[in-house]
């Protein structure tokens, strides 16, 4: 059974292709212990959203099994938790990577709640504690992408949807 910190390792493996990295790295970026990464690194293959390291090779996330667990199953695993009005960090459609693409209205926006936000919004509780601490702009946008397809309305998962099925072949091509 996957846990909301494997895909938060998961993006963190995808964003590092083709370049070096450790568990610890993961561990550091994300805010997890290195025996969570590795955890999770053997939930994933397990899931067949990793395949499995060799003696020479480290594990390398299948970006067609990735995309159609977010996109298809990550609301039902890990759905979306709204509470009330709070200062935080913007995500889903109020996040600064969607573009501008969704008009709202004052607190009428998603947050997840954290004391440094510098925005109000109604709290959107995030798919890992960490996630609001995150200083990756890389992951901040699939992050905020999966709010918007898990939390959203019609129109907002249906960009949020586009934008990540796009950033994601970016990642299959290089």
Not at 4 to 10: E, G, I, K, M, P
Not at 25 to 48: F, Q, W
Not at 68 to 88: D, S
């Amino acid at each position: 059974m996957l846990k909301s910190q494997d895909v938060l390792v998961a993006l963190a493996i995808l964003i590092k292709k083709g370049t070096i990295w450790r568990q610890t790295d993961i561990a550091h970026e994300i805010g997890i212990s290195p025996s969570e990464v590795n955890a999770a690194i053997k939930r994933l293959t397990r899931s067949k959203i990793a395949s499995p390291s060799t003696k020479n090779e480290k594990p390398k996330i299948i970006i067609s099994a990735l995309k159609e667990f977010l996109i298809h199953g990550l609301k039902y695993v890990f759905p979306a938790q709204i509470g009330e009005v709070t200062r935080g960090v913007p995500t889903s459609y109020a996040a600064p990577c969607f573009g501008g693409e969704i008009s709202y209205r004052e607190n009428d926006l998603p947050v997840w709640p954290n004391a440094n936000g510098k925005v109000r919004g109604y709290s959107l509780t995030p798919l890992y504690d960490t996630a609001s601490d995150i200083q990756n702009e890389e992951i901040y946008f699939f992050l905020s992408m999966i709010d918007a397809i898990r939390a959203g309305r019609a129109r907002e998962k249906k960009i949020g949807i586009k934008l990540l099925e796009e950033k994601l072949d970016e990642y299959r091509t290089t």
